[in-house]
């Protein structure tokens, strides 16, 4: 349905369940893929998987250097760079009063302050093109908080604020910036809950089931077309009615 | 005119799409040739390229109008 023939996108975190289904989607979609992520391993078999118009852009989100290298990277490799997808995550979950400030700063640092460096060095691209979409995963915790989450809650709720505020600032150029924010959704993470815990999560989530990488790729997709080209600033909740914010 | 003015010229009438005429010396970018903020980052980004240069953001901001542009231009070619 949409079709993103000839366009460039960059993925963060692909080597992760969702990151690899969102690579997947924008690629089944026409679009050439660099797949970034610190394990080369995976990198590379979905890359092999997906076959013509994926690249392996290895990159280490926590380490600055490393981040400011990659949009040049994935540049070079596809020839371009339209569509930055800022994926990658961590968790270092503590609760608040036991947190340190080791914990809060990395976690800052790859899911917001990466994210921010990798915004800030896509823009002059994709303004001269008059085109770009910017999405940022971001997390129902971000919305609604969670114990034991304090820094990953703080920095999924400042993407949705970064990007609003980038949304206003390149609007009239064709560049729309928005959040996916993602429920429960069933990865390698969420297997090792047991019986009791996935009971309790699905007590909670009106449509009865866990989401899958499927369900947050299909709302990236839709972000990264030329249809949502009216759609900026805006949060994309996909959470099975969890949290109908 | 210089050579320099002209291609400064060229690429603020095409970018800002103004009429050649108003581009004058002591044009103001924001207040004569109605660019917004964004524009004039984009309008030193575009200088960057044609010229080679690199305009740092202090000097950047030195530049308002015109005949800023072309004398900053000049200098650091």
Redesign the interface.
């Known amino acids: 349905m949409f079709d993103l023939t000839g366009k460039c996108a960059l993925v963060t975190g692909a080597s992760g369940g969702i990151g690899a289904g969102i690579a997947r989607a924008l690629h089944e979609a026409g679009a050439k893929v660099a797949l970034s992520g610190t394990r080369v391993g995976p990198l590379e078999e979905l890359a092999a998987d997906l076959g013509q118009g994926a690249y392996v852009c290895p990159a280490n989100l926590s380490d600055t250097p490393s981040v400011e290298a990659l949009p040049k990277a994935a540049s070079e490799a596809m020839g371009g760079l339209d569509i930055l997808i800022n994926n990658a995550g961590i968790t270092r979950d503590n609760l608040f009063m036991r947190m340190s400030d080791e914990e809060w700063l990395s976690v800052l640092d790859v899911n917001l302050t990466a994210s921010f460096r990798l915004m800030r060095a896509v823009l002059?691209p994709m303004?001269?093109a008059r085109w770009g979409r910017i999405i940022s995963i971001s997390s129902i915790v971000g919305t609604t908080g969670n114990p034991g989450q304090g820094n990953y809650a703080a920095a999924k709720a400042g993407l949705v604020g970064m990007s609003k505020s980038l949304a206003y600032?390149?609007a009239?150029?064709g560049i729309t910036v928005n959040c996916v924010a993602p429920g429960f959704i069933a990865t390698a993470m969420t297997d090792k809950l047991n019986d009791e815990q996935k009971a309790k999560i699905l007590a909670q989530i009106p449509a009865g089931r866990m989401g899958s990488t499927d369900d947050i790729a299909a709302a990236v997709l839709y972000l990264a077309s030329p249809e949502a080209g009216y759609v900026t600033g805006a949060t994309l909740h996909v959470n099975g009615g969890m949290a109908m914010v | 005119m210089s050579d320099i003015a002209d291609r400064v010229k060229k690429i603020v009438v095409e970018h800002l799409g103004v009429d050649e005429d108003k581009v004058t010396e002591t044009a103001s970018f924001i207040d004569d040739l109605g660019a917004d903020s964004?524009d004039t980052v984009?309008l030193v980004?575009a200088f960057e390229e044609e010229f080679g240069i690199e305009i740092p953001d202090d000097a950047a901001e030195t530049i308002q109008t015109f005949g800023d542009a072309v004398k900053f231009i000049s200098e650091a070619v």
Do not use: A
Request: net charge positive; glycine share 0%; aromatic share 0%.
């Open positions: 002059r303004m001269k600032e390149v009239s150029r | 964004l984009e980004m």
